[in-house]
């Protein structure tokens, strides 16, 4: 089994619904990757730990989902310098809105990519961070172009469906 280059991190198992579909596009990929329940809130010296080593570790690219007062996948990103792909997890109250402008509002010099809010969001997240780490990496890169292809070639069958 290849050494994880993805980290994918969430605030509780409850946003796994969710983040499974940021995994489900890594295993489709075959890209290597880890998954764990961190937070900024419960578990802040854990948080500290795996973005602290996260470099050392081998990762590339972490990606962190959270919902409500969504402050993981920004502190993370202000403890290592790899690429954070924040996903906004649809909460209950407010419908994400308040997870995505947790995440997507960083102030200057600390950035975190934003994906859209839930389960879209989520599948973005796995392929963005797949492009990144596929910039160094062609055998992902082309495993990407065929995604892109089958993806063009449900979109032209399903104007067969269209009456
Ligand atoms: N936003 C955060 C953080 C964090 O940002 O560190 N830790 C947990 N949470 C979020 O709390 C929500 C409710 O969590 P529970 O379902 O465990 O009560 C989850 O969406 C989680 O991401």
Redesign the pocket.
């Known amino acids: 089994m290849a050494e994880p280059v993805i980290g994918v991190i969430?605030?509780?198992?409850?946003?796994w619904e969710t983040m499974k579909l940021a995994c489900d596009v890594l295993d489709e990929l075959d890209v290597p990757y880890e998954k764990q329940v961190v937070?900024?809130?419960?578990t802040p010296d854990l948080?500290f730990e795996y973005a602290e080593t996260a470099v050392t570790r081998g990762l590339k690219v972490i990606i962190a989902?959270?919902?409500?007062?969504?402050?993981?996948p920004g502190?993370v990103a202000a403890k290592t310098i790899l690429p954070v792909v924040g996903v906004p997890?649809e909460?209950k109250s407010l419908k994400g809105i308040d997870?995505l402008l947790?995440i997507v509002q960083m102030p200057g010099g600390v950035p975190v990519a934003t994906v859209a809010i839930g389960k879209a969001g989520a599948t973005n997240a796995g392929l963005l961070a797949a492009q990144i780490v596929g910039t160094c990496d062609t055998k992902i890169q082309d495993r990407l172009l065929a995604r892109r292809e089958r993806t063009k070639a449900a979109v032209l069958r399903s104007s067969e469906d269209l009456v």
């Open positions: 969430m605030g509780s198992t409850s946003d937070s900024a809130h419960r948080m989902g959270a919902g409500g007062a969504a402050h993981l502190m997890i909460s997870s947790s």
